[in-house]
């Protein structure tokens, strides 16, 4: 069972920054896409951004302008970049993983575990 690894949520004050990661483990030969979603008790999952194998980044235009997905230079890492966060943000943030692994070379996606994000005002 392929688990991604996230790090990097916590409490933070309004206008703050925060770093989320993820990592993939390196069975996952070839990835198609990376996104973040977040989620709030009793509402839909959104995504908030992704990025594709060709480097084409995209954001929720409740985001755009203030956070940044990138990949790491470990190839199996992806990063949300949180800046101005205000509290409308604060969510559990999961980060989702589309790629392939020896065990499994269909094309499937995978989630981490979750990662809390709460911003004060």
């Known amino acids: 069972q392929v688990q991604l690894v996230e790090s990097g949520g916590g409490l933070v004050q309004t206008g703050g920054s925060l770093r989320l990661s993820c990592s993939a483990p390196g069975s996952m030969y070839s990835i198609a896409n990376m996104r973040w979603y977040r989620q709030v008790a009793g509402k839909e999952r959104e995504l908030v951004a992704s990025?594709?194998?060709?480097?084409?980044?995209n954001y929720s235009d409740l985001v755009k302008g203030r956070f940044t997905i990138s990949r790491g230079d470990v190839r199996n890492t992806v990063f949300l970049e949180m800046n101005s966060l205000r509290p409308e943000d604060t969510a559990t943030y999961l980060c989702?993983?589309?790629?392939?692994?020896?065990?499994?070379?269909?094309?499937?996606?995978?989630w981490g575990q979750g990662t809390q994000v709460t911003v004060s005002s």
């Open positions: 990025l594709s194998i060709g480097g084409t980044s």
């Open positions: 989702n993983i589309e790629g392939r692994t020896y065990s499994q070379p269909k094309l499937t996606n995978y």
